[in-house]
């Protein structure tokens, strides 16, 4: 990742539509921003919905381990409606080339059966861990009792035996409803703490914010240039050092998984924690809204 920039530190938003005629596309993050996983946050769809109705392009760009056709079942099933987004691309969509390139090697899939579309139609042959090629790690397998630290004797062995981890979403945690819980980001993480080599297939590496550029150009008819982007997210580590790394303005909404260190201070609070991280949003709100 690049190093922490040394521009100024967030400028405060009341609302997206005072910055909206700078921006051609907007890369938007889903749960924690257009969702928490168990409710639509109504006026951040609004939110999306204005941008479209303004000419701005909106791609969901998410760290869900499951191609964008489950995702958009997810969101109808949430009612946010087809008409808030252009496109969605996942790092499901992105870890899927990852699997192909291994056509054929036996993969232990560390993660619950939600997630087994990711390996709907590709030749990945699921075995034991004593079996495995490589890892295919989606997430925990009870992300509510469980903790990376739950596979340390697992990943150890990983290690040793000198396996690839393909991390399908490298998320450390995410708000479930206002529960934090861990991510398949946390199991990659201790798994290089203990040596072992990962791949990571989504923010905030740059192959899912290329993609998520292609599939907009395509649907513009356009190139779009980088000072005409913006990256909306919740998460520092994930969407505003992503945004950082593709060179696009970031925008941060503080009402996710940092909400506790940011809802309840004062702005000149939020000012120094943004201050003081790796990667200092160009903009910060509260929530999404118009």
């Known amino acids: ?6 521009s100024p530190a967030a400028k405060a938003l009341t609302g997206f539509a005072q910055i909206a005629p700078a921006f051609d596309l907007c890369l938007c993050d889903i749960w924690g921003v257009v969702h928490n996983g168990v409710a639509a946050h109504r006026e951040a769809v ?16 998410t760290n869900a381990p499951r191609p964008r056709a489950a995702i958009e079942t997810q969101l109808a099933s949430l009612s946010v409606p087809r008409d808030a987004f252009d496109g969605i691309v996942t790092s499901g969509d992105v870890c899927r080339a990852l699997i192909e390139a291994r056509a054929g090697q036996p993969v232990y899939m560390l993660g619950p059966d939600r997630d087994l579309p990711l390996l709907a139609g590709l030749d990945a042959p699921r ?6 090629n490589y890892v295919l790690c989606t997430g925990l397998f009870d992300d509510e009792v469980e903790t990376a630290e739950t596979y340390a004797p697992l990943l150890a062995g990983f290690a040793a035996r000198g396996l690839t981890l393909i991390c399908a979403n490298p998320d450390l945690v995410v708000d479930r409803g206002g529960a934090i819980v861990p991510c398949a980001g946390s199991v990659a993480l201790a798994y290089e703490q203990v040596g072992g080599h990962a791949i990571y297939a989504g923010k905030p590496h740059p192959p899912i914010y290329e993609m998520a550029l292609a599939m907009a150009q395509d649907k513009r008819g356009a190139p779009v240039a980088r000072d005409r982007i913006c990256a909306i997210g919740d998460a520092i580590r994930t969407d505003i050092a992503g945004a950082h790394a593709f060179g696009v303005a970031g925008i941060m909404v503080m009402a996710g998984i940092h909400a506790q ?6 702005w000149d609070a939020r000012h120094d924690w943004l201050s003081r991280q790796d990667h200092v949003p160009t903009y910060a709100l509260p929530h999404l809204v118009w």
């Open 1 to 6: 990742m690049p190093p922490k920039p040394t």
């Open 261 to 266: 260190d940011l809802l309840e201070a004062s």
């Open 127 to 132: 075995v034991s861990p004593e079996a495995a």
């Open 46 to 61: 609004e939110a999306l919905q204005a941008m479209r109705a303004r000419g701005t392009t909106v791609i969901l760009v």
